[in-house]
């Protein structure tokens, strides 16, 4: 047993400064954010507006060839992929949709944001007040419309925010769970926890058991991407 023969006063400051010193300590290992940057301590910063070498050109695997102009990138070329592999994830991306209103539909600012490869498709579009409707801005492409339409006016910047789950196998490679989805854009709910039930682009393709890149596509509209960082979860 230990006895203290320090008088009360003291004893508390103490024990007060040793609390404190031990949850500051506490706070400071946790905390994601030191100061004012732009991606949290643990994120895998995939683009910073600087260069893309941490993506490589979908189609050949050589060096991505989309232009990186004042801060973001723009299409040039075909779609880009993250070098590194993820399955979980979190995902930030900041996009950009030009003004196009001769077109309509799919033809109005496309591009997507893709989790395994060429497989889970976030929709990217100018919905801008729009009934939400299948294959609209914040969309899983090809199966879920957004739950509400969060888009701003086109060439606004805007957000994406991703929680991806991958599919579940089990030791036989049978799916034993779907891939899942919650996006925020603009920092608005727009899928919540949703199962993605087959690949977007093609349903009948296999699903990957294996960790994929992050695919960022050219849709043969001038988007624009930045602040692209990911956390594998």
């Known amino acids: ?34 100061g004012d940057e732009a991606a949290p301590a643990d994120a895998v910063v995939l683009f910073d507006g600087k260069d893309l070498s941490k993506f490589v050109s979908c189609d050949s695997g050589g060096p991505a060839t989309w232009k990186v102009v004042d801060g973001y990138c723009t299409p040039k070329g075909a779609d880009i992929c993250s070098k590194q592999h993820f399955k979980d994830c979190q995902l930030h991306a900041e996009f950009w949709v030009p003004y196009m209103p001769n077109k309509t539909g799919q033809g109005r600012g496309n591009s997507g944001v893709f989790f395994m490869g060429f497989v889970y498709e976030i929709q990217i579009l100018d919905s801008y007040g729009l009934v939400p409707k299948n294959n609209d801005c914040g969309s899983i492409y090809s199966q879920t419309p957004p739950k509400i339409n969060a888009c701003r006016p086109p060439e606004t910047w805007q957000s994406y925010d991703i929680i991806f789950k991958a599919p579940r196998f089990d030791s036989a490679g049978k799916k034993i769970a779907n891939a899942r989805v919650t996006v925020l854009q603009n920092g608005v709910l727009v899928q919540d926890n949703v199962a993605i039930t087959s690949p977007t682009p093609n349903h009948s393709d296999p699903e990957p058991k294996e960790a994929g890149p992050i695919r960022l596509q050219n849709h043969g509209d001038a988007v624009r991407f930045r602040n692209v960082w990911v956390r594998p979860l």
């Open 1 to 34: 047993m230990f006895i203290s023969i320090l008088p009360h006063g003291r004893m508390l400051l103490i024990a007060l400064a040793v609390i404190l010193t031990a949850s500051t300590a506490a706070v400071c290992a946790d905390s994601l954010f030191q």
